[in-house]
DNA sequence: ATGAAAGCGCTAACAA
DNA sequence: TTGTTAGCGCTTTCAT
């Protein structure tokens, strides 16, 4: 491997000169760094990264932690990637089993193997990771309260309020059904305070098919065979993702629903499987989410002012509501 | 922070008697052993990553290279982690906008910032990369006949002809629209010579609406448009991925076309929108792809043997086709 | 079985 | 403006 002292042998200059022109940090007369960065090129030098996160404690990546995958992960993994490139930051993915191997990662971060975190979910209590916040930016994209930890969250509360009032002003008064999030999660709470205000509204509307799944995978299919077999009569269910709904939707015109007519159906997000399927859904901009989330550990690290871009979700009614 | 030394000095040893008793290399005593051991506990000592890193040039990373974002990528990048993360590997993205940006990540891995790399997609041509092979592993999921690159893929030719095969079967001699992926890939070649013998052996069959979308994102879309444009009859179409089928039947829904019937729709590779959306398509099985790519990935790095899980598409018939 | 010492490649404090 | 030197924390010869 070709070191810096070799380029500053062949420049005939110190090692720290050498260092100098290349880094670009510190004083170096022309005539000498002409010199080093002439040989440099000659001898084909690159500097080793290694020795430098070494030297420097930072490695210019940033830790993408999700429980698992599915395709909203996916989506905020392409924006985030692609705005922190453009800073020199790499992103290393997370999907953590358990408590224990978020740890892990935290002791990564602790240890200066990655410069920022960006939590689509954690497994351990805030209360836990914000102890981390003094080695780097800590962002999520749960919604949490929490003093140290950035979160650029949409209150669900009032969004799920305007579905239900769309629904009773479509519909009326009618059964509706909902498919939740884990009930430890702030969204889903939020969600549950909607459905309790609606309910106390509407006494008419029956509102206490509640299902909840944490994993979005095979959630829907779960959720739809939950719905075939329950005795309630339900008019309308609410899921809360598009990919949930998307799969929900599926099972169930498989097993002969006809979706709007026997049942309307509101999803969220608004991902491609919304869009595809003609699922009536919110758009909650995951891009500009994204975006702010990136942007804040961004603005920590290079010591620039943040600046949260404001997102006003929006409904999207299309065929299914 | 809390160094080797520090542990050696409260044990009472030497620093290189701790690093043996907490790596685990050479010889030391139970007794001295012990005294570390317990030592680095009371001290909370963890070994700087960095340090082992630029000592051991290794970063038990394996770069995760894709050209764009779509959500196979993302199932992939799943299957890959979980996978890796077993053996202690973390897995970095990247996704890269020309060949200056494959190059650099090219330059990490030689400067073993990277102990691995597996490829989605390239962008320089195989000559290049392949003379990083002499840096660590390097797998790709686009089929390649280069023998320093391993490439677990999977003949497309007669996967394209056993749809042919289907439909002609079903339906006769009817014409046959073709949404392919960019033509300079392997894969594409193949379906390309498929669509040719097929010709050959069905005159009546028009086959010659082919149109090429190398990247996913808004493929389904143009290529609707193009397909309601266009003044050739076409019967069924066979689109490249289950994502751009679905968006393609997606638009094609919205502007009254009804699939199956004024319209035969096949995809490839059996996602989550081909399932979602009840579309005909053909199992590559990625997950075992997936598994193939990132055991051989660690087969080499961790000098073990390595086994290819041999693959057989099936083809899954559903609404569409 | 253990310790002393070298060195991975880089940067920065200090001296000149 | 430049060179000298120390040191980041770890592993690994080489002696003992």
Redesign the pocket.
């Known amino acids: ?1 070709v ?3 070799d380029v500053a042998k062949a420049a005939g ?5 050498a ?2 022109a ?2 670009g ?5 022309q ?2 760094k002409a010199k080093v960065l002439t040989a440099a090129a000659k001898l084909g030098y690159t ?2 990264i290694l ?2 996160q ?3 404690q930072s490695t210019k990546n940033i830790g993408f932690i999700a429980r698992t995958y599915y395709p909203a992960v996916g989506e905020l993994l392409k924006y985030c990637t692609n705005i922190l490139k453009k800073y020199g930051y790499g992103v290393t993915i997370y999907f953590t089993k358990d408590t224990a191997e978020e740890a892990n990662i935290l002791e990564l971060f602790r240890l200066h193997a990655l410069d920022g975190l960006f939590f689509v979910a954690n497994r351990n209590n805030w209360s836990y990771i914000d102890r981390y916040t003094e080695y780097g930016p800590i962002v999520t994209w749960r919604r949490t309260d929490n003093q140290k930890v950035y979160s650029s969250y949409i209150d669900h509360y009032p969004l799920y309020k305007q579905i239900l009032d769309y629904i009773y002003t479509e519909y009326g008064e009618i059964n509706i059904g909902h498919v939740l999030n884990d009930p430890a999660k702030n969204n889903t709470k939020a969600r549950l305070r909607a459905i309790s205000e609606y309910t106390k509204l509407h006494p008419n509307s029956d509102n206490s098919w509640i299902v909840y799944y944490p994993e979005q995978e095979n959630a829907g299919q779960q959720a739809s065979l939950n719905y075939l077999t329950t005795k309630q009569t339900i008019d309308a269910v609410i899921v809360y993702s598009d990919y949930v709904a998307a799969e929900f939707m599926s099972t169930l015109r498989v097993n002969g629903i006809n979706i709007p007519e026997e049942l309307k159906l509101f999803g969220f997000d608004n991902s491609d499987f919304g869009k595809f399927m003609n699922i009536s859904t919110i758009d909650t901009y995951l891009a500009i989410q994204a975006k702010n989330l990136t942007n804040r550990i961004i603005c920590t690290l290079e010591h620039e002012t943040f600046k949260e871009i404001t997102i006003v979700p929006k409904v999207v009614i299309r065929q299914t509501c």
Do not use: D, H, L, N
């Open positions: 491997m070191t810096i002292f200059v110190s090692k720290s000169t260092s100098r290349i880094s940090q510190g004083y170096v007369s005539a000498s500097p080793s020795a430098r070494f030297r420097g």
